[in-house]
């Protein structure tokens, strides 16, 4: 069966299912449109932390995170947003014009780019603009505990809670979380070309790293410099200093000849928590992601804003445009769905499938949720 074929079948099968239960969802609606718009806020639990890095044209990019985000959090969220001068303003006005539906779901910090040890300018030049601005987090951010940091061009399809009680899953001695560079070591980048140590057999990509900071800032680091532990601040700049001439990725080269020295401290979680377009240009190779769906989409690669992943540019796009208090599936469900059928012809859009079923569980679960809310308050058993 061809992509074409399985995604008809896909539209015509699992969709009726989901339209019929969203258009019971929308009589119920409908019926007492007062009462139905919000849950109880959530502002007695705990805050989900999450960082983000923006310099240069990123402020859409960034918005549009931080909404995938929102649309699918059960649990208040707390941004951490590390802009450049010029960018904190537009960021703070936006923030605000997002309807209070959504607003008393979420609070905000906006940073400055500051870099604690070694020469700021050569920190901001590493790789792409300020993106070694992650590295300083456990530094700047002291008062907080636990974090999950993403880079702008990410994407959530299921609720930041899922990832975030992975958390939990950490043992004694683990302290941050990511995925694998990649899947296969003959295609990988590290396992060719890298000129420094890395982790494990393909290295790990840092887009999306979820921080223990309580112990990252408790840890004595073993490294390739001294005999004795360094803890992670004093470790940046030499460690920097030592491999500039062989690091091509910045920030993200250091984090892997961190955890090449201490393998003990990290956690990898699936390629589903970091999907890029190398998990299906070269065919599908993300096990995870065709058993349970993507959870995480990376558009790396600057694919939101080309036309050389269209399956990647559609869901950027179909998240970018839909109304906040608009219905899911109407507006953001269907719509992708259609744009989909002309991603069909490409290697990433034959797996449509892939990007679909994550979607739809987490749909469901909001309108289920929304459903017993609703007949909670009107006392409809």
């Not at 959504?102 to 901001?124: C, D, H, L, M, R």
Request: one cysteine or more.
């Amino acid at each position: 069966m061809d992509g074409v074929d399985f995604l008809e079948v896909w539209m015509s099968s699992s969709s009726l299912a989901i339209m019929g239960l969203a258009m019971k969802l929308l009589d119920v609606a409908l019926q007492s449109p007062g009462e139905q718009k919000h849950s109880k806020e959530p502002s007695s639990l705990q805050c989900m932390h999450l960082a983000v890095v923006a310099c240069g044209d990123r402020l859409e990019e960034t918005l549009i995170m931080l909404k995938s985000a929102l649309l699918f959090s059960n649990r208040r969220l707390c941004f951490h947003i590390f802009a450049e001068d010029s960018l904190k303003p537009e960021f703070g006005k936006k923030l605000k014009e997002w309807p209070s539906s959504y607003t008393k779901k979420f609070e905000y910090n906006i940073y400055p780019i500051t870099f604690s040890v070694g020469n700021a300018q050569e920190w901001k030049k590493l790789f792409k603009p300020c993106a070694a601005q992650r590295l300083f987090l456990p530094v700047i951010l002291k008062d907080v505990d636990s974090l999950l940091y993403v880079d702008t061009d990410v994407l959530f399809l299921r609720p930041i809670d899922d990832i975030w009680h992975i958390l939990a899953e950490f043992n004694s001695t683990q302290l941050a979380a990511m995925a694998p560079e990649h899947e296969i070591p003959k295609i990988g980048w590290y396992s060719r070309f890298a000129r420094h140590p890395y982790y494990g057999t393909t290295g790990v990509n840092s887009g999306v790293m979820l921080m223990n900071l309580t112990r990252i800032r408790n840890t004595q680091f073993k490294n390739s410099m001294i005999p004795s532990g360094l803890t992670w601040e004093e470790m940046l700049y030499p460690l920097y200093q030592k491999y500039k001439n062989y690091i091509t990725w910045g920030d993200q080269d250091l984090l892997n000849i961190i955890f090449y020295f201490n393998p003990e401290c990290l956690y990898v979680f699936p390629c589903q928590w970091n999907y890029r377009p190398d998990h299906c240009m070269y065919g599908s190779n993300c096990k995870g992601a065709e058993e349970e769906g993507v959870s995480i989409l990376h558009g790396n690669r600057g694919v939101y804003h080309d036309d050389k992943q269209p399956t990647f540019k559609a869901l950027y796009e179909v998240i970018r445009d839909f109304p906040f208090e608009d219905n899911l599936f109407q507006s953001l469900y269907y719509p992708l769905q259609s744009k989909f059928l002309d991603t069909v012809h490409t290697l990433c859009g034959r797996i449509p499938q892939v990007f679909l079923k994550q979607i739809e569980k987490t749909m469901k679960k909001v309108y289920e949720n929304r459903v017993i809310v609703y007949l909670g308050a009107n006392h409809r058993y």
